[in-house]
């Protein structure tokens, strides 16, 4: 075993432990906990070893990283997640690869996903990103729609060809009233959940939590973690 191999390996092992405590404290099975590996500014080499040791959803954040990484592992059997703010230009691209966009946050993108997604013949999971520190009608700082603008954005994304609507995702806010409160932030985004799958019952996806905070997310009923540092390490500056 090479000793970046054996470095992830011991990451991985240490991530999963966290995963299973937080999962038995909060009387969740692990297998209810799905760990994506967010692997921005490492090589391709490494989400080939992180595939060899068992990962099968990984995650990107930029296109102009993310389209050549995945063209490069395209062999291994990986999901790929697009977690970025995502803008129109970059949607086609985006369409090629993905199987999971999270960072839906604007009818503009339904629009545009949608028709990369038929044109490339490819059903395309999206995620409504919220926002929990954005005023009504707004986005937030990092990308996402106010709570107030969930219903009408997931209805558009339901109804949208080449598009499934798989449930929301959350970033724990650095301002606004959660600021600080990353439990608290993530329940908040567990009952707005509940209300979308009243009307989209397969919309049952719930992502949110990161290094610092999965212990909170899992507690709260999150379904998938986006986990980097923890895996991969401190990420190079990018230059």
């Known amino acids: ?62 296109d102009q ?7 490069s592992c395209a062999d291994l059997s990986l999901h790929w997640h697009f977690v970025g703010q995502l803008q129109t230009n970059k949607v086609r691209s985006v369409a090629g690869y993905a199987h999971t966009v999270q960072s839906v946050d604007r009818a503009r993108l339904v629009t545009a996903l949608s028709g990369a997604s038929v044109g490339a013949g490819r059903e395309l999971g999206c995620l409504i990103q919220v926002a929990l520190d954005a005023e009504s009608g707004e986005r937030g700082v990092r990308g996402g729609v106010g709570p107030d603008g969930v219903e009408e954005l997931a209805d558009r994304v339901a109804g949208a060809p080449g598009l499934r609507l798989d449930g929301l995702m959350t970033v724990a806010p650095l301002a606004g009233p959660y600021a ?60």
């Open 180 to 239: 600080g409160r990353q439990r608290a932030a993530f329940e908040r985004l567990m009952e707005i959940s509940s209300g979308l799958r009243a009307a989209h019952p397969a919309a049952n996806m719930v992502s949110a939590g990161m290094s610092a905070d999965l212990e909170e997310a899992v507690a709260a009923g999150a379904t998938h973690v986006r986990v980097g540092t923890a895996v991969l390490g401190v990420r190079p500056r990018l230059g």
């Open 65 to 71: 990283d993310a389209a050549p990484k995945a063209a």
């Open 1 to 62: 075993m090479t000793d970046r191999k054996h470095e992830l390996a011991a990451n991985l092992a240490r991530v999963e432990e966290r995963i299973a405590s937080a999962c038995a404290a909060a009387g969740r099975k692990r297998a209810d906990v799905t760990l994506i590996v967010v692997t921005k500014t490492y090589p391709a080499s490494d989400v080939r070893l992180l595939s060899g040791l068992g990962v099968r959803h990984v995650a990107e954040n930029r």
